[in-house]
């Protein structure tokens, strides 16, 4: 069985997955990295949210693409995208009881003797820890919303002025962190929230980011409009902007048909043996 899409790079087109958060308009005696605080404190209370994302991954080059997630009670994931890395052709990714599904259209299944999704275990498999090694698909399981409150570690965080953002006014702050400065700001983070934050520092780890540059768009909610991150890893830069569309709205994700989906964890074991 063959497929178009290495599973080498299945982790770098899944970091799309990942990256977005929550914020707040400054009132005249909040200072910029109070603001951001109490922007990052919002996430906490998100159960749902839906957004888009623009920009450019290592490995996948340009991508952009629009997804919904829930966050509570389970993780649960949909997106469509499109990647230089597959062509430009529309990939669809779910994320539902802790399994992935990579879909695609008539040319995947063409490549996969007529299957159109392939999926892996993230509850711990063999296969998903070799392709965690890999580039980790465990990124898609990350709150985009936990990844906006990195800007809380930045020491630099400043204002830079009101934008609106799809017709709302926001806030526009930015600011520069390491991921030493993350970790460090760890110890103020509890529960779901230091567990969201430690999971994508080890993926930046992973793709050799040390230094953020973090951009953060806050509605007069108090909530992250829209969220840029720039880093510069070791198989190229890394440059995504978050925009959210909604949140707290149902989120339902079904898993695909059983008859149109290859279980890459069977196709490492037959390679295994081949």
Excluded at 4 to 21: D, F, Q, T
């Amino acid at each position: 069985m063959r497929t178009s899409i290495p599973a080498a790079g299945l982790g770098a087109l899944l970091l799309a997955a990942g990256a977005v958060g929550c914020g707040s308009e400054e009132s005249p005696e909040m200072t910029p990295a109070a603001a951001v605080a109490k922007a990052a404190k919002n996430t906490e209370d998100i159960t749902s949210l839906q957004y888009r994302m623009k920009g450019t991954v290592p490995e996948s080059g340009r991508v952009e693409g629009e997804a919904a997630m829930r966050l509570k009670p389970t993780i649960a994931m949909s997106m469509k995208m499109q990647a230089d890395q597959v062509g430009g052709e529309t990939v669809e990714i779910r994320l539902v009881d802790k399994a992935m599904y990579l879909g695609g259209g008539a040319e995947m299944a063409k490549e996969m003797d007529g299957k159109r999704w392939l999926k892996f275990d993230l509850s711990g498999s063999a296969a998903a820890k070799d392709l965690d090694k890999m580039g980790s698909p465990s990124q898609a399981e990350q709150n985009p919303a936990a990844e906006s409150t990195f800007l809380t570690g930045a020491k630099d965080v400043k204002k830079v002025g009101s934008e609106k953002v799809d017709g709302v006014e926001t806030t526009h702050y930015t600011g520069t962190v390491t991921l030493a400065e993350l970790r460090a700001s760890l110890k103020d983070s509890k529960g779901e929230t230091r567990e969201q934050r430690e999971k994508s520092i080890k993926q930046y780890e992973k793709l050799g980011v040390d230094k953020l540059t973090m951009d953060m768009w806050v509605d007069g909610e108090d909530h992250t409009k829209q969220f840029r991150m720039k880093g510069q890893a070791d198989k190229g830069p890394m440059d995504m902007t978050i925009t959210f569309v909604d949140y707290n709205k149902p989120v339902t994700v079904k898993a695909p048909p059983a008859g149109e989906v290859a279980d890459l964890g069977e196709m490492f074991k037959e390679l295994g043996q081949g």
